[in-house]
T-cell receptor
């Protein structure tokens, strides 16, 4: 089983749509959870950390379900600039593992 | 806003040669990391470094790899004898502000693209 698994997509959505990404992880001892975005041939940029109670940052909402070992990211009112690959990352101590990413394209 | 920097942006080398990739982490961070991303594949953890020693390393980080913090600002990754399959983007990251929260938010540099011929 892969350590961190994501639906690779691609997701093609119109501007203004709501889109959700899911991620599962295999290591139940994982302690920290993140969503990064990565543009083509660029570095991963931290989008948001994921807290146990769930958290929101503007149009972005992240949820964590430790029992199911599942993380989600919801993007509301998607913009053209949201087009990127979204990476789920899971960390135990200082060993962070990434999913393969989900590609999102937002179209006019 | 402080950022992680990496040099060079692109390194071309012959198979069997040694390369050193350089990183300047965010100045008040305590933990440093190297990752690699082969073209079209996922970001893979190589190593984490804290208090002048390796904290964690992955199965990829074998004897041909080494890391060093030679002075107060640089953090380097050395590949001793490069192979064709070492061709990838190598990202440096840092985390954990001195005196800050212990939450492990890692910030990445722009990467060095290594091409082994």
């Amino acid at each position: 089983r892969k350590e961190v698994e994501q639906d690779p997509g691609p997701f093609n959505v119109p501007e203004g749509a709501t889109v959700a990404f899911n991620c599962t992880y295999s290591n139940s001892a994982s302690q920290s959870f993140f969503w990064y975005r990565q543009d083509c041939r660029k570095e991963p940029k931290l989008l948001m950390s994921v807290y146990s109670s769930g958290n929101e940052d503007g149009r972005f909402t992240a949820q964590l379900n430790r029992a199911s070992q599942y993380i989600s990211l919801l993007i509301r009112d998607s913009k053209l600039s949201d087009s990127a690959t979204y990476l789920c990352a899971v960390s135990n101590n200082n060993d962070m593992r990434f999913g393969a990413g989900t590609r999102l394209t937002v179209k006019p | 806003e402080p950022e992680v920097t990496q040099t060079p942006s692109h390194q071309v080398t012959q198979m069997g040669q040694e390369v050193i990739l350089r990183c300047v982490p965010i100045s008040n961070h305590l933990y440093f990391y190297w990752y690699r991303q082969i073209l079209g594949q996922k970001v893979e953890f190589l190593v984490s470094f804290y208090n002048n020693e390796i904290s964690e390393k992955s199965e990829i980080f074998d004897d041909q790899f080494s890391v060093e913090r030679p002075d107060g600002s640089n953090f380097t990754l050395k590949i001793r004898s490069t192979k064709l399959e070492d061709s990838a983007m190598y990202f440096c990251a840092s985390s954990h502000e001195v005196g800050g929260a212990s939450y492990n938010e890692q910030f990445f540099g722009p990467g060095t693209r290594l091409t082994v011929l």
